[in-house]
């Protein structure tokens, strides 16, 4: 398997900007997570999916951030609009577990996002 | 407060030395993961526990789920295994994961 794709792997736009982050998790794996990680924070937990379904978006910083799931082989982080301290590496990683359950999360190699 | 803890935040060893790494959590947890963060970026879960210990290769993770702590061990260390390593729980109520700030290893040759 080719692992959790992301895209793009770099992004540079100016603050204002609309940013799509583009992830495709593993194929049969049901459960997808969204992370945000900057030298401030060190790594946080946007929203995670379950089986299409968001379960948790406490981590998701403010409205201008949204999260859909269309389908179980792609999902989609959007920023609108970007500002400056959106600028962080965000990964995606995805997993087995049902929602009950725990499992390893296999982690994407990441965008590194700047906003100018 | 955080309420993911990890020492030394810094590690400086020499190649072969046995490693220790720390994490405190005050919450209940479900399950706790070790995270290993190498210098281009790319994450690796090593291991993902909710009782015991558990071994892969020359890495070792145990938990206390009484004194909410849990320790990742390295045997004949490498410098390969220079990385970041990150401790991660996901609270037994609710749905969060709390994230330490991450424990930065260099394996002196």
């Known amino acids: 398997d080719a692992g959790v794709i992301q895209s793009p792997r770099h992004e540079v736009t100016e603050m204002g900007q609309e940013v799509t982050l583009r992830c495709k998790p593993i194929?049969?794996?049901?459960?997808l997570f969204w992370y945000r990680q900057t030298m401030m924070r060190g790594l946080e937990l946007l929203i995670y999916?379950?089986?299409?379904?968001?379960?948790?978006d406490s981590g998701m910083p403010e409205d201008r951030f949204s999260a859909k799931m269309p389908n179980a082989s792609f999902s989609t982080l959007k920023i609108q609009p970007s500002e400056p301290r959106d600028s962080a590496v965000y990964f995606c990683?995805?997993?087995?577990?049902?929602?009950?359950?725990?499992?390893?999360?296999?982690f994407g190699p990441g965008t590194r996002l700047t906003v100018l | 407060k955080n309420e993911v803890e990890q020492s030394p935040q810094n590690l400086t060893a020499q190649e072969g030395e046995f490693i220790t790494i720390n994490c405190s959590y005050s919450?209940?947890?479900?399950?706790l993961h070790w995270l290993q963060q190498h210098p281009g970026g790319g994450i690796v879960s090593l291991f993902m526990?909710?009782?015991g210990k558990k071994k892969h290769g020359r890495l070792i993770a145990t938990i206390n789920i009484q004194e909410k702590h849990s320790s990742l061990h390295i045997t004949a260390s490498h410098p390969r295994d220079s990385a970041v390593y990150i401790c991660?729980?996901?609270?037994?109520?609710?749905?969060?994961?709390?994230f330490g700030t991450g424990t930065s290893l260099t394996v002196i040759p």
């Open positions: 990683a995805s997993s087995l577990a049902r929602i009950e359950l725990i499992d390893t999360q296999y």
């Open positions: 194929s049969g794996h049901n459960s």
């Open positions: 999916f379950n089986n299409n379904v968001p379960i948790d």
């Open positions: 919450v209940g947890i479900s399950a």
């Open positions: 526990l909710s009782s």
């Open positions: 991660a729980v996901r609270k037994d109520t609710g749905n969060q994961f709390y």
